[in-house]
């Protein structure tokens, strides 16, 4: 399978717990995507890294959240000292173009969280 | 502050009609358009896309229109069929943006 992958699908984690996810995109996508989804919502921006440079951040990423790509390929979100608000699925997301006619951005399956 | 929105969260359809969903945007300097398509448990998947410079945009199946000076977008499925059913998901971006603005999605479900 050559899509992006997400690991691991479900995490269950007491508040106050760090949690990592892991992404590994497309293998000739430079552009790696990081999105939240809660119940009842569309799917939330969260940041964007072309190549290894993160170049976008979105207030929803709080200093609690960090991202990585240290080698351009596979992608990292790590969630510290989680709280119940940071329940959701977390989807990675991969484009070798940005956004224009024809383009679009290939989703993981997604990887949940629930904090208790 | 929802720049793009889906207004009907349930749309019911028989099989062999015409599904219609819709979305409104707010945000002017949106260019380009795409529905996504998501099962239970699983990631988005792409359906169709259309750039302003359209106003339709056909794939088989499903047929896109956009309206720009109502700032309105509809995804046209015909003929549906049970294999439909999922949520549909709108969303926006501009040119030269590294995001998409998603709607909260329109659950459909097509009876047999």
């Known amino acids: 399978d050559t899509g992006v992958s997400q690991d691991p699908r479900h995490k269950i984690t007491k508040r106050g717990q760090n949690v990592t996810f892991r992404c590994d995109p497309i293998?000739?996508?430079?552009?790696l995507y990081w999105y939240r989804q809660t119940l009842g919502q569309g799917p939330e921006f969260l940041t964007y890294?072309?190549?290894?440079?993160?170049?976008?951040k979105s207030r929803l990423l709080s200093d609690r959240f960090s991202a990585e790509r240290p080698k351009g390929s596979f992608s990292t979100l790590e969630i510290q000292r989680t709280e119940q608000g940071d329940s959701a699925m977390y989807l990675c997301?991969?484009?070798?173009?940005?956004?224009?006619?024809?383009?679009?951005?290939?989703f993981g399956e997604g990887s949940w969280l629930t904090v208790v | 502050d929802q720049q793009v929105k889906q207004n009907s969260p349930s749309l019911s359809v028989q099989e062999g009609r015409i599904s219609i969903l819709n979305c409104d945007y707010t945000?002017?300097?949106?260019?380009?358009f795409l529905w996504y398509k998501k099962y239970p448990a699983e990631g988005p998947t792409f359906l169709i896309s259309?750039?302003?410079?359209?106003d339709k945009n056909e794939d088989g199946r499903f047929t896109v229109f956009l309206n720009k000076s109502a700032k309105h977008l509809s995804l046209h499925i015909v003929p549906s069929q049970p294999g439909d059913s999922a949520v549909y998901f709108c969303a926006a971006s501009e040119t030269g943006a590294n995001n998409l603005f998603f709607g909260t999605g329109t659950r459909l479900t097509v009876i047999p």
């Open positions: 259309i750039s302003s410079i359209k």
């Open positions: 997301a991969s484009s070798s173009q940005g956004f224009s006619s024809g383009n679009t951005i290939y």
């Open positions: 945000n002017s300097m949106f260019d380009y």
């Open positions: 293998s000739e996508h430079n552009r």
């Open positions: 890294f072309q190549n290894e440079a993160q170049l976008e």
